[in-house]
């Protein structure tokens, strides 16, 4: 029987010298799931991310993913942008497709850029330079880089910190959007309203649990 599953995961533990991260951790995620993961400081979510992109071999357990690291979108906790970076929100999402300037742009690059900017509600902010831009309109700017080469599962490291409330939830409707349009969604979130809200399925960790 064909199965759902983009990532099956069983009896994952991770160690670093003698200290447990995690450990018996068990998930599936399907095709289609808005997938929360939480937890306390320290219980090794970012790991699990990690160990998800294949960036960590875990100690003990296994990992299957469907998918190949191409076709997965990440946005990691902690970014490095310049508030006078000197691009523009289209500049900087063309330089993370293919490292090349706007004019050398294919006709099937230049569309995927518009489709990412018209996906994250950028559009009409194509040319104000992202230093001069709200949080939560980088983290779309971020989003929109994640997306560009329209990946099946998005993958968010906290990304609505330091948010105000408005803007997280402009920000997560932007991801439940791409969700109800097919793209599965693995999210880490401490705010309990945004993961009643729009999470599908929930892995709760313990420190070294």
């Known amino acids: 029987m064909k199965t759902s599953n983009l990532i099956t995961a069983h009896d994952l533990e991770v160690k670093f010298d003698s200290q447990i991260i995690f450990q018996n951790v068990d998930f599936q995620v399907q095709k289609g799931d808005f997938f929360c993961i939480v937890g306390p400081n320290g219980s090794g979510k970012t790991t699990l991310l990690r160990v998800i992109l294949k960036e960590i071999v875990p100690t003990l357990g296994t990992i299957q993913c469907a998918l190949a690291k191409s076709q997965i979108g990440y946005v990691p906790q902690f970014r490095n942008l310049e508030t006078d970076f000197p691009l523009d929100a289209a500049a900087f999402i063309e330089l993370k497709l293919t490292q090349k300037w706007w004019p050398w742009l294919t006709a099937q690059e230049h569309d995927q850029v518009q489709a990412a ?93």
């Open 117 to 209: 900017l018209r996906a994250t509600h950028l559009d009409n902010k194509r040319t104000t330079r992202v230093g001069q831009m709200s949080g939560g309109e980088k983290q779309r700017v971020y989003l929109a880089q994640a997306i560009v080469n329209q990946p099946q599962l998005l993958i968010l490291d906290e990304p609505t910190a330091s948010l105000d409330v408005q803007a997280k939830y402009e920000v997560m409707d932007v991801v439940q959007e791409l969700n109800t349009q097919g793209t599965t969604v693995i999210f880490i979130s401490h705010d309990p309203q945004l993961i009643k809200k729009y999470g599908t399925k929930t892995l709760q960790l313990g420190k070294g649990e």
